[in-house]
């Protein structure tokens, strides 16, 4: 599509119809695009009837997210979908998202147990599941950029009964309490940790108040399996 000052040809092919094309090689500019298609009929006095089409693309914009790492292990989760230059034919590439590290990396883990270990060039993770926290080991306090697209904070994370290692979507900081409140009101929520061995355990009134900041991963254990949002910023 061009935008509405100017109109792109159409390819146009004959088969069991007409098949109108568009180049959809790259996303277009954000903005309000619009063309019109002509339709033949077998109305004798409207052969041909021109519908106009009206397209309004709205992208958001790429951003960049700072991870800062400890030395040692630190667990982490991206709160962006990765922009197409860390994506290949699996999804996220972990290689090609901690290159710039990649020196200091020693393990980087899922939570079930496969890892990755740059030094013996093994990458037992196909691909960078945005739903997952990770662990990370370094060898010196350093930090990771991710670069993409802010992924809505609310957006459904599925969890299985028992442990998950999750990621956390806000980019706004907030108190375990409020950000686990739908599963404690729901009766699901047995404990949750962060990467700092704090743990919040609602059944003991213990760890509300550990806070929770953008970047970081998290352990949740679940009586049951359930799905699971984070609320909006109070």
């Known amino acids: 599509f061009q935008a509405e000052d100017g109109i792109r040809d159409v390819e146009r092919s004959r088969g069991l119809g007409d098949v109108y094309k568009r180049q959809t090689d790259d996303i277009p500019d954000n903005g309000r695009y619009s063309t019109e298609i002509p339709v033949r009929s077998n109305d004798r006095d409207n052969p041909e009837i021109v519908v106009t089409v009206i397209l309004t693309v709205a992208v958001p914009e790429p951003v960049e997210r700072r991870i800062e790492l400890v030395r040692g292990w630190s667990m982490i989760s991206s709160n962006v979908d990765f922009t197409r230059d860390y994506i290949d034919e699996q999804g996220p590439d972990i290689q090609l998202i901690l290159a710039d590290i990649i020196d200091h990396v020693l393990l980087f883990k899922d939570g079930n147990g496969h890892f990755c270990a740059s030094a013996f060039d093994f990458w037992g993770i196909p691909a960078w599941n945005t739903a997952e926290g990770y662990l990370i080991k370094t060898d010196e306090e350093t930090v990771l950029t991710l670069h993409g697209y802010p992924i809505p904070p609310d ?4 969890l299985e009964a028992g442990w998950n290692m999750i990621a956390y979507y806000p980019d706004f900081e907030a108190a ?6 739908e599963l404690v009101d729901r009766d699901l929520l047995q404990l949750a ?6 743990f919040y355990a609602p059944d003991w009134g213990v760890g509300g108040d550990i806070v929770a900041h953008p970047g970081e991963g998290f352990l949740v254990r679940v009586s049951r399996d359930c799905r699971f949002r984070y609320p909006d910023e109070r």
């Open 155 to 158: 957006r459904e994370i599925e």
């Open 176 to 181: 375990f309490e409020d950000i686990f409140a």
């Open 193 to 198: 940790k962060n990467g700092f061995g704090r």
